[in-house]
């Protein structure tokens, strides 16, 4: 078969932020786009003469095009062999487990997460290596580096292949793998839980609502919940996965989620209710009549994890990102396991996983996650929630009521400011943060301010240092503002501020997060001129 060699040259912006290259599918449409990107990131990894890895995407639109140009780049660039879920559909973590069991040199994600898809929306690219993570930033820099000198790509002139079928078949010279998306995940899921006890569950009338969101985590939760574990035909709804989402935005929070969050309040709901986004990495827990925070669900998961037979030895130590809220520290501390706070972005915890630093991790941007895979994994989550409820026999409710007696309260909330003009948000940024060493011991809305700093991490496992990972204030009573800038946002900037204060007495723990917070909010205004800068009167969106 030809080879074409075509020349091209480099194409501004090809920068990988927090998870991939996110850009508008139309961008990533545009001629020379996505094969210029494809041909850095091999040649960013040294090449793939002889390689193996594994294809697959969330089925989102152009994810079935951008398959076939893949396959046809890794053939003429000499990869040995790709493995592909069947009809280039994989979930980030499903990927994730295939890179790591069948020994492959990584795998190119289809995704662009929890952002909408369609032809005039979102769609991604992320590189992850043999560890099954995304890529860290000295790989992700030398893709980027390779974005501006390129001067041509390699790619097979030859048919689509035909990925509806499960098998193996050749474009080229290299071999293609088509396997089922879920066997090998479903089978892993498996090793961990009792899923003995979690039928029991079941059996005994416990109904759980997950909804899939039109995404790819649709067959996987059909299999394992309605499959495997005899949850009732119907638990999963919007299962089908669809290329824009039935039109929605895959993002499973009180905002974008809220037909789940309607079911689940009233009298008479069902006893679990779930969700995934996009991808299938993040995950969204309610129970009955309760909507748990990411950030509380990590903090409850680090305390009950000995539950489930994967984790019944207990974890070696936690880890959380920065922005996430100090619940699990609080565990952590009282179960006398190390705690790591990180940047945000899950490639922050592969190093340590691999070195067997910490079991668990999470961000509260609704992702968890632990050694099994190197990705926050949605079903997972939802599996050990499953797991615990079905041992402890207790219902959510009841179950966060005594985590935060035993424990305390972290109230915690995002507030999202969208689609700001990239100049009012740096203005906003760079002047809070030239403010940081002048804050200490300052008032604002009645709340002294006890530190405040811009986040560096250094890793103890290679000793890298990342540096400008947020701006963190934090208040005498405990409580705690950071701002931080979107790094996956496709259009202008995207400012997150995350509040969070904490609550030992138990007489004040059952208030509405809002106006447990609404202090650190109007502080955290006050400080950074939100209101000022933005224009904007309020958040776009909280959750
Ligand atoms: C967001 C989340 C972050 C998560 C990332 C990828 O990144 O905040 O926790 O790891 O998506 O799912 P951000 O847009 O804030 O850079
Ligand atoms: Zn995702």
Same mark, same amino acid.
């Given at each position: 078969?030809?080879?074409?060699?075509?020349?091209?040259?480099? *194409?501004?912006?090809?920068?990988?932020?927090?998870?991939?290259?996110?850009?508008?599918?139309?961008?990533?449409?545009?001629?020379?786009?996505?094969? %210029?990107?494809?041909?850095? *990131?091999?040649?960013?990894?040294?090449?793939?003469?002889?390689?193996?890895?594994?294809?697959?995407?969330?089925?989102?639109?152009?994810?079935? &095009?951008?398959?076939?140009?893949?396959?046809?780049?890794?053939?003429?660039?000499?990869?040995?062999?790709?493995? #592909?879920?069947?009809?280039? =559909?994989?979930?980030?973590?499903?990927?994730?487990?295939?890179?790591?069991?069948?020994?492959?040199?990584?795998?190119?994600?289809?995704?662009?997460?929890?952002?909408?898809?369609?032809?005039?929306?979102?769609?991604?690219?992320?590189?992850?290596?043999?560890?099954?993570?995304?890529?860290?930033?000295?790989? $992700?820099?030398?893709?980027?580096?390779?974005?501006?000198?390129?001067?041509?790509?390699?790619?097979?002139?030859?048919?689509?292949?035909?990925?509806?079928?499960?098998?193996?078949?050749?474009?080229?010279?290299?071999?293609?793998?088509?396997?089922?998306?879920?066997?090998?995940?479903?089978?892993?899921?498996?090793?961990?839980?009792?899923?003995?006890? *979690?039928?029991?569950?079941?059996?005994?009338?416990? &109904?759980?609502?997950?909804?899939?969101?039109?995404? #790819?985590?649709?067959?996987?939760?059909?299999?394992?919940? !309605?499959?495997?574990?005899?949850?009732?035909?119907?638990?999963?709804?919007?299962?089908?996965?669809?290329?824009?989402?039935?039109?929605?935005?895959?993002?499973?929070?009180?905002?974008?989620?809220?037909?789940?969050?309607?079911?689940?309040?009233?009298? /008479?709901?069902?006893?679990?209710?779930?969700?995934?986004?996009?991808?299938?990495?993040?995950?969204?827990?309610?129970?009955?009549? @309760?909507?748990?925070?990411?950030?509380?669900?990590?903090?409850?998961?680090?305390?009950?994890?000995?539950?489930?037979?994967?984790?019944?030895?207990?974890?070696?130590?936690?880890?959380?990102?920065?922005?996430?809220?100090?619940?699990?520290?609080?565990?952590?501390?009282?179960?006398?396991?190390?705690?790591?706070?990180?940047?945000?972005?899950?490639?922050?915890?592969?190093?340590?996983?691999?070195?067997?630093? @910490?079991?668990?991790? /999470?961000?509260?941007?609704?992702?968890?996650?632990?050694?099994?895979?190197?990705?926050?994994?949605?079903?997972?989550? @939802?599996?050990?929630?499953? %797991?615990?409820?079905?041992?402890?026999?207790?219902?959510?409710?009841?179950?966060?009521?005594?985590?935060?007696? $035993?424990?305390?309260?972290?109230?915690?909330?995002?507030?999202?400011?969208?689609?700001?003009?990239?100049?009012?948000?740096?203005?906003?940024?760079?002047?809070?943060?030239?403010?940081?060493?002048?804050?200490?011991?300052?008032?604002?809305?009645?709340?002294?301010?006890?530190?405040?700093?811009?986040?560096?991490?250094?890793?103890?496992?290679? /000793?890298?240092?990342?540096?400008?990972?947020?701006?963190?204030?934090?208040?005498?009573?405990?409580?705690?503002?950071?701002?931080?800038?979107?790094? $996956?946002?496709? #259009?202008?900037?995207?400012?997150?501020?995350?509040? !969070?204060?904490?609550? $030992?007495?138990?007489?004040?723990?059952?208030?509405?997060?809002?106006?447990? =917070?609404?202090?650190?909010? !109007?502080?955290?205004?006050?400080?950074?001129?939100?209101?000022?800068?933005?224009?904007?009167?309020?958040?776009?969106?909280?959750?």
């Amino acid at each position: 078969m030809e080879i074409a060699t075509v020349r091209t040259a480099p *194409i501004a912006g090809q920068k990988p932020g927090t998870s991939g290259l996110r850009k508008k599918t139309r961008v990533f449409m545009e001629t020379h786009f996505l094969e %210029n990107y494809v041909q850095a *990131i091999f040649d960013g990894i040294g090449g793939v003469e002889g390689k193996s890895l594994v294809i697959g995407g969330d089925g989102r639109y152009f994810n079935d &095009r951008a398959a076939q140009v893949i396959l046809r780049m890794m053939a003429a660039n000499g990869a040995a062999r790709a493995i #592909v879920g069947q009809g280039a =559909l994989l979930s980030t973590p499903a990927a994730s487990h295939l890179i790591r069991s069948r020994g492959t040199d990584g795998g190119l994600i289809l995704s662009a997460s929890h952002n909408p898809g369609g032809e005039d929306a979102d769609f991604g690219l992320k590189y992850n290596t043999p560890n099954g993570g995304p890529a860290p930033e000295g790989v $992700t820099d030398r893709i980027f580096e390779a974005t501006k000198t390129i001067s041509e790509y390699r790619i097979l002139v030859a048919q689509d292949v035909d990925l509806s079928a499960i098998g193996t078949t050749t474009l080229g010279s290299m071999e293609v793998e088509i396997v089922d998306p879920v066997t090998d995940y479903a089978a892993l899921m498996e090793t961990l839980f009792d899923f003995g006890a *979690i039928r029991a569950l079941f059996a005994g009338g416990f &109904r759980m609502r997950f909804d899939a969101m039109h995404a #790819v985590t649709g067959p996987y939760a059909r299999e394992i919940l !309605e499959g495997r574990l005899g949850a009732a035909p119907g638990t999963v709804v919007n299962a089908q996965p669809s290329p824009d989402f039935g039109g929605g935005h895959p993002d499973p929070n009180p905002i974008w989620a809220r037909d789940l969050v309607d079911v689940m309040m009233p009298e /008479g709901a069902p006893d679990f209710g779930a969700a995934s986004d996009g991808d299938g990495d993040r995950n969204m827990i309610l129970g009955k009549g @309760v909507y748990v925070t990411p950030s509380d669900s990590l903090a409850l998961l680090a305390a009950h994890a000995h539950r489930a037979p994967g984790y019944s030895g207990g974890l070696k130590g936690v880890a959380r990102s920065m922005p996430t809220s100090g619940a699990v520290d609080r565990v952590a501390a009282a179960m006398g396991m190390p705690c790591y706070e990180t940047p945000t972005g899950w490639k922050f915890f592969g190093n340590l996983l691999d070195d067997g630093k @910490v079991t668990l991790c /999470g961000e509260e941007s609704a992702g968890t996650g632990s050694d099994h895979v190197r990705e926050k994994d949605g079903l997972w989550a @939802v599996l050990l929630w499953l %797991n615990i409820l079905a041992d402890t026999k207790t219902s959510v409710k009841d179950l966060m009521e005594a985590h935060w007696r $035993t424990y305390g309260r972290n109230y915690y909330s995002r507030h999202d400011y969208e689609d700001v003009e990239s100049e009012k948000a740096n203005a906003l940024y760079d002047g809070l943060r030239a403010a940081l060493p002048s804050l200490p011991g300052r008032s604002f809305g009645g709340l002294t301010v006890s530190s405040a700093d811009e986040f560096a991490y250094d890793d103890p496992v290679d /000793g890298s240092r990342s540096e400008r990972q947020g701006l963190r204030i934090g208040f005498e009573d405990g409580g705690r503002v950071v701002f931080r800038l979107s790094g $996956t946002g496709t #259009v202008g900037a995207t400012l997150r501020v995350y509040l !969070e204060a904490l609550e $030992t007495d138990p007489e004040r723990m059952g208030r509405d997060p809002a106006e447990a =917070l609404a202090a650190i909010a !109007e502080a955290a205004d006050e400080m950074a001129g939100i209101r000022r800068h933005t224009g904007r009167e309020g958040p776009d969106v909280i959750t």
